[in-house]
């Protein structure tokens, strides 16, 4: 026993994860490892040439666009629920003034 366990759980547990690396392996050779890297890695203003960093990308009218695409969504899903509502009251499914 180790610190109060059980020497079974001990087991069981050697057990599973000696499981898990064997089911483990096989996937490694299917997934492939690549780094995703920002930027080039260089710090400050300046790259080691002395030639400054292009300027940062900076997409135009960035908060219209997201109050649109909001905006539209809210209301065809409100569209939608209405639909619904009406669906279900005209055959009688759920109609609000029975509760």
């Not at 392996?25 to 930027?39: A, D, G, T, V």
């Not at 960035?62 to 809210?74: E, L, N, R």
């Not at 569209?79 to 279900?88: H, N, V």
């Amino acid at each position: 026993m180790t610190q109060g366990i059980p020497a079974y759980l001990t087991m069981l547990n050697r057990g599973a994860c000696r499981f898990w690396n064997i089911c483990r392996i096989p996937l490694r050779h299917h997934i492939k490892q690549r780094s995703i890297q920002c930027y080039s890695g260089e710090e400050g203003s300046t790259m080691s040439t002395g030639a400054l960093h292009d300027r940062p990308h900076i997409t135009p009218f960035g908060a219209v666009k997201v109050v649109a695409i909001v905006s539209a969504t809210i209301f065809c899903g409100a569209m939608i629920s209405k639909k619904g509502a009406e669906f279900l009251e005209e055959n009688d499914i759920f109609v609000p003034e029975d509760d």
